[in-house]
């Protein structure tokens, strides 16, 4: 097709122009255009193309099935499973069987009682390759319906009474009735229309050094595996106001990529960017500063150029307004440690397709049928700044983290409770009421708990009066600890659930017996201060069954394993 005649093909008016095709803009486009509206979706690059933002959580799959259940897609419920996408899609994704977070002191060799695994469920979770993921949601989108251009660069858009233009930088044109920005942080429309906020209101500070690998050596050939390899997990270093992130491509097998992605987010007013210092060279001085993890890197190459930025987080005043709504990503952004980038860029989807579509059926795009999505954006924004801060506070001191971490795995653990039993009774039913979370939005996140919401909003204030000085880290830690007791975060766990979302296979049994185990055990493992490895095997499941802690702290032998 030449340049003219596809000039005059999208000269006509879209529905909806999404603009950024990444996981955002892709998504939501393959899910409008399977409902038959006309969307064109474009981007400055061309698929594939290098995308950060790889590690799934148990919520993000959940959230996918969800979507693709609620919307016929089973490509959406796809990308819930690690040997779905190695069929499916690509051969080039790793699979993450544990969140694992080891904590390190400057000089110090790595000592495994001071690391937590927490089992992603009894289904893997994935590593996306996001070239390779993005690039087949773009085809996807288009196979339902959506056009789509690439390499065209969003210049200007503008919108009045009568719709949306869009300028690229090449001089085209386009029209379409509602605009959704997915451009990430470089937002067009937060730039167009002075939507950030300057400063930003989030109290977390991070900035930011990544590239892809090869020769990363597995953690496990450097310290002893605590319940699940280390390899098969999404690694976390965590040190003083910083991590590192470890995401292997290469750990599933029948994988075809050799590749490991590794980062280090810092602090900067503890850690200013150097100037004359290159990211690479940073990143090695921060490696050899801890020693388990300097051996870890000791052959480990670069294969692509490490990009070093500046603080990462960033907010806006308004994330939606007459005939436009930003994506997440677009609309703030925090830190990535806990995963949760995926997590609010699908949950906003899935708050803003259903009003979009009544907005376009009505013709009507007044700004009061999206404060819902308004809303829900600045709550996901607002509880990840608080939970991020809190745990780079923590980072003073091994049992302060030990607490908080805490925190943050009670949100999560209940949250995909909460969702996989929602999960099951719309797919059994497809009623609607089935997809309201407890505050009546379309959305399960971490703060819709009441038992959590209440705790988390106490904790919060303990571990900001720790940084204060009111009181030293041992006390904060068992100030969490004590309130954590209190509340009785009641487990959801049920079978059908389990089977739905893929934690209960069709032909396994779980006895009810079992079942009031499991629930009990998760409210028991989660408070308990010496639990490292949750949700690892059976052998931890029949551990908490009889409440004793890790086999770490039970055993008073000193580990057979000897650092190499
Ligand atoms: C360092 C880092 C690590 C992260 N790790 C995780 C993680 O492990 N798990 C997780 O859940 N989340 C993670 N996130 C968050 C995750 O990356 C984002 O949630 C996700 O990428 C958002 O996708 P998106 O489609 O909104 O944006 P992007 O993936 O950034 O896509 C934006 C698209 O817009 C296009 N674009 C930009 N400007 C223009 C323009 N002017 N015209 C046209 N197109 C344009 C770009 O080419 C790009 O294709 C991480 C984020 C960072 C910064």
């Not at 089973?74 to 993450?96: F, M, N, Q, S, V």
């Not at 900035?207 to 690694?235: G, I, N, Y």
């Amino acid at each position: 097709m030449t340049q003219s005649n596809m000039t005059t093909k999208y000269n006509d008016t879209f529905d909806v122009a999404i603009l950024g095709a990444g996981i955002a803009g892709t998504v939501l486009a393959t899910i409008l255009a399977k409902q038959g509206v006309r969307v064109l979706i474009i981007d400055a690059e061309v698929h594939p193309r290098f995308a950060v933002g790889e590690s799934t959580i148990p919520h993000t799959s959940l959230l996918f099935s969800m979507l693709g259940e609620k919307y016929g897609l089973r490509e959406l419920d796809d990308l819930a499973y690690p040997d779905r996408i190695a069929k499916r899609i690509c051969t080039t994704c790793g699979i993450k069987r544990s969140f694992s977070f080891c904590y390190h002191r400057s000089g110090e060799e790595f000592n495994p009682k001071e690391a937590h695994q927490f089992g992603t469920s009894s289904k893997d979770e994935n590593h996306f390759f996001r070239q390779d993921i993005d690039a087949y949601l773009l085809y996807l989108a288009v196979h339902y319906g959506a056009e789509q251009r690439q390499n065209a660069k969003v210049a200007t858009v503008d919108i009045d009474q009568q719709g949306v233009t869009i300028k690229t930088a090449d001089g085209e044109s386009f029209q379409a009735r509602y605009v959704v920005d997915g451009t990430g942080y470089k937002s067009i429309l937060a730039e167009r229309f002075d939507l950030r906020e300057k400063p930003t209101r989030f109290k977390h500070h991070s900035r930011t050094l990544f590239t892809h690998m090869v020769d990363v050596k597995p953690f496990d050939e450097v310290a002893p595996t605590l319940s699940l390899p280390w390899h098969q997990s999404t690694l976390h270093h965590v040190i003083e106001r910083g991590w590192f992130w470890v995401i292997p491509f290469n750990n599933r097998e029948g994988s075809t990529n050799p590749l490991i992605s590794v980062g280090l987010t810092i602090d900067p007013r503890k850690y200013p960017k150097p100037d004359n210092v290159s990211p690479e060279k940073e990143f090695q001085q921060f490696v050899e500063r801890f020693p388990s993890v300097a051996k870890q890197f000791v052959n480990a190459k670069a294969v692509r150029p490490w990009v070093s930025t500046n603080r990462l987080q960033y907010s806006s005043k308004k994330c939606s307004g007459y005939r436009f709504c930003l994506m997440s990503h677009a609309a703030g952004a925090l830190d990535p440690l806990f995963s949760r980038g995926f997590i609010n860029t699908l949950e906003i989807i899935g708050a803003l397709v259903d009003p979009l579509l009544e907005a376009l059926a009505e013709n009507d795009f007044a700004e009061e049928r999206f404060m819902p999505v308004e809303r829900l954006h600045q709550r996901v924004l607002d509880y990840n700044d608080r939970l991020v801060n809190g745990a780079f506070i923590s980072w003073a001191d091994f049992d302060l983290w030990n607490a908080w971490i805490r925190v943050w795995a009670a949100g999560t653990i209940l949250t995909e409770f909460r969702l996989m039993k929602a999960l099951a009774d719309y797919t059994a039913t497809h009623d609607q009421a089935y997809l309201q979370g407890e505050a009546k939005a379309p959305v399960f996140s971490d703060f819709e708990d009441p038992d959590y919401a209440d705790f988390f909003f106490k904790a919060v204030p303990i571990i900001e009066a720790f940084e204060a000085g009111a009181f030293p880290a041992k006390e904060a830690a068992a100030r969490l600890f004590a309130l954590m007791d209190s509340y009785e975060f009641s487990v959801l766990l049920s079978r059908e659930a389990m089977r739905r979302a893929g934690w209960l296979g069709e032909n396994e049994i779980l006895s009810d017996r079992n079942l009031r185990i499991a629930r009990e055990g998760y409210r028991w493992a989660l408070t308990n201060p010496n639990t490292r490895d949750m949700f690892g095997t059976v052998d931890t499941f029949f551990r908490w069954r009889s409440k004793k802690d890790d086999a770490l702290f039970v055993s008073n032998e000193k580990s057979e394993f000897t650092f190499a």
